[in-house]
């Protein structure tokens, strides 16, 4: 029973994706490691049970010193014990704790080595409940990797081992007792990850689950826990009054509970957050300031990086500009270590705000173009959120199915699946009335700035500036256009989810390769310096890579032969050769080589005599010369009349050890830088 607290603490605090446990206050001072690992070692060696030596070592590793660097000594100590008297129940706890070591050290590809390793030992079967925390651990790790979906899929997976009545039931009463704390974490870490893609009702769920059962245990210190990061919800919506309240709660039941330095100071680091949004600048201070003694001596990067954003922005907020400005630089820099968006984020508003006040301009501007690009990144999270709680509920839609079945309940399962179908339609149409308005804006704005060129040389003064603010929009454009299209190839891979027809997930998949094409194009002329101009050569690398990776051609399958001559194409010209280059690809990927086991696939583009050349050859089975002139000919070969018709291009097929298809195109269009 001594172990199962101890490794519950631990768990517990290791899980959680706020992370809050540490060392204890007797730690906080200046640590002679050698004096430590001695006296430790000195212990052990009073002890008979090997065992009992094991449980020693494992919770001086991750409680008492919270997986410090020195730790890794106490772990490989107890796994020597535990191969040596093949003790494999042992060993699998210890590869959890060398995991979650990994973890705090952002060492993701070594956590996973022991996670994989672990889930291949027998005793994982034999013990659920420690096969649930590694599920739970991997999860954790997906969320700091931004999989917010592979997270939630782990998260579940480890509760329904722990929730499983047959299991239960066959526990005896200490694994009973380890079962429901396993489950505490669980519900935490669940509901700070649903916390974070704003489905707070969910969130509170599992905080409420998690709340219930630490109170019902006497855990008062994790209970506060958990209560501090149900509390964040009302920071993040502002309801500064209600989050107090809730903050000072959750420091009391730290404070009973005697919980660790650490989990006390991000307490102060929240309740100094809910005071600064009642406009009580002093108290505010004077929390922020206990957190950052604490978290420094600690050494926590994430939390100490929060901490100085923090008192930077009231010292802003109080013109003592020089020193707010210091803390939030040197939060940045550690946010920037860190990769942590958000707090990048915040640090740059408060910075922008300090160097415009102080009369810097020049820093003042470049802080407010990283917020916009860090804002735009963020944006982009929240889309891939977004579409990630829609396959979600997909998900989750699948298991109401199958228990509306149950009941017998046809008529409201079709009425669910009429409204999911009516709603993602909505949904549809207006991502692609959004895509159709800022295909437009791009069309008017590319031809202001064509317009704008030509009398360059008469108005250049003139004209300089707010040519660069056309651009700057352009370039947005470029960049909205790009993502809608994205977001349109998801969301049409979503609904062939939906969709058991071969022939209609022919159509949905060559859909997807078009949208696809055409984003190339857009996200090139983003990136690039010409705005108006495509490199050929770059454009068609991407688009042909794009198109074996999608078909999962092999390079010992089909050879690629690419003469692609170094030309800058123009936007109107580009759109009808690349959806031609696509079709023909897709064809000959699809098609030509199914009789044979090797092919080759050559692609060339090239100017002769005031004529472009597009061919695309291959040595497969061959097709009918006549196949563009047929009445039934498919969708795809009538696209490629359409724009051949568009470029003023001269179309010819012919057969010879395979087929070739040439275009010599009269109607195109150059840019030169």
Known sequence: MKYLGSYFKYLFVCTSILSFAGLQSTVAQELDEAAIIASVFQRIDSI????????????????????????????????????????????????????????????F?????????????????????IRSDFLGQMATLLKKQGDSKGAIDFFLQALLILEAPAYQNNQNQDEKLEI????????????????????????????????????DMEEKGLAGTVLMNKGSIYLDREKYDTAYAIQMEAKRLKQEGGASLRSIAMSDLNISSALKG?????????????????????????????????????????????????????????????????????????????????GDYRLALQKHELLKTLTDSLRNDENTK??????????????????????????LLQSEKDKRSKWALIILSALLASSILAGYLFYRNFQIKKKAEQSLSVKNNIIS?????????????????????QVISSLLRLQSKYIEDGAALDAISAGRSR?????????????????????????????????????????????????????????????????????????????????????????KLFEDKDHLHLVVSDNGKGMSVDVFQQKSASFGHRLIKTFAAKLKADLSVSNGNGTTVSFVINDYQKVYE
């Open 386 to 411: 977004y579409i990630t709680q829609l396959e979600m509920q997909y998900a989750f839609d699948q298991e109401e199915e199958k228990r509306l079945l149950k009941e017998e309940a046809a008529s």
């Open 465 to 485: 500036t707010a040519l660069q603010d056309k651009e700057l929009l352009l370039r947005e454009i470029h960049h909205r256009v790009k993502n809608n299209l």
């Open 278 to 358: 009642l406009d009580r600048p002093e108290e505010a201070m004077k929390y922020v300031n206990q957190a950052i003694e604490i978290l420094r001596e600690l050494e926590i990067p994430i939390g100490f990086s929060d901490a100085l954003i923090n008192r930077g922005a009231l010292l802003i907020d109080e013109k003592r500009y020089r020193e707010g400005i210091s803390d939030c630089e040197q939060g940045f820099r550690i946010a920037r270590e860190g990769q942590l968006l958000d707090q990048q984020k915040k640090a740059c508003d408060c910075l922008y705000s300090g160097y415009k006040a102080t």
């Open 180 to 215: 429901e704390r396993s489950l505490c974490v669980l519900h935490n870490n669940l509901a700070n990850l649903y916390k974070e893609i704003k489905d707070f009702p969910s969130a509170n769920y599992h905080y409420d689950r998690a709340y219930k059962l630490l109170l």
């Open 515 to 603: 949208v696809h094409s055409m984003a190339l194009l857009h996200e090139n002329l983003y990136k690039d310096g010409n705005l108006t101009g495509i490199d050929m050569q770059e454009y068609f690398d991407k688009l042909i890579a794009s198109l074996f990776t999608t078909l999962n051609i092999r390079d010992e399958k089909i050879s690629l032969v690419k003469e692609i001559a170094p030309i800058q194409l123009d936007v109107d010209s580009v759109v009808p050769i690349g959806l031609i280059t696509n079709e023909l690809i897709t064809n000959a990927l699809k098609h030509a080589f199914t009789e044979q086991d090797r092919g080759i696939l050559t692609v």
């Open 48 to 107: 008979d049970s090997v065992k009992e030596r094991i449980v020693e070592l494992q919770s001086e590793a991750n409680y008492i010193y919270d997986f410090v660097p020195f730790t890794k000594i106490f772990l490989d100590s107890a796994m020597a014990m535990a191969r040596r008297d093949n003790l494999p129940e042992d060993e699998a706890k210890i590869m959890l704790d060398y995991m979650q070591f990994y973890l705090g050290r952002t060492l």
């Open 109 to 129: 590809d070594s956590a996973t080595w022991y996670y994989e390793k672990a889930m291949q030992m027998q005793v994982l079967s034999e013990k659920p409940f």
